[in-house]
């Protein structure tokens, strides 16, 4: 009769540790999960931003430029083509986060041959409203650049996580999938060439 009480409390022992672990990992599992979800929703936060002050931008630069008509209409277009792509946080793919990324970076292109046509209009670059907004989107780009790095530190974190044995049976048993995370830009490794 007591070798029956050993062995039932043994396993009722074994049964805790293993529902203990279990339940750590999975919550360690879903805590990082929504710490992707949210370090993704401040990265729409910053696009967001700066999606807005274009607008004010293109209008600021439109009252003293209005010949630069194909600039202006370029950084309406590619702000448009930006703000139609959404990711869902929950299936965040290489493919979705690789165009997502394409189309932000023709709103910076394009943002960037704004900001190269300025430089002929001296009104313009002496302008409050125009020096306010220029500093502001520069400040904006900043903190993308800040956000997308804390994505991909989130993102990093969880992948290890969930491929990392015995917690990558568990992930794989509850359906936890990697998530893709920001990659340079092609030929981003590559300096630009400064000649005087």
Known sequence: MKKSWIIIAVIILLVIILYNAFKGSYNTMVAMDEEVKTAWANVQTQYQRRSDLIPNLVNTVKGFADQEREVLVGVTEARAKASSIQIDPENINPAMLQQFQAAQGEL?????????TVERYPDIKSNQNFLELQA???GTENRIAVARDRFNSSVQKYNTKIRSFPTNIMAGIFGFESKAQFQATEGAQTAPEVNF
């Open 108 to 116: 910076s292109s394009a943002l960037s041959r704004l900001l190269v």
């Open 136 to 138: 502001q989107l520069e």
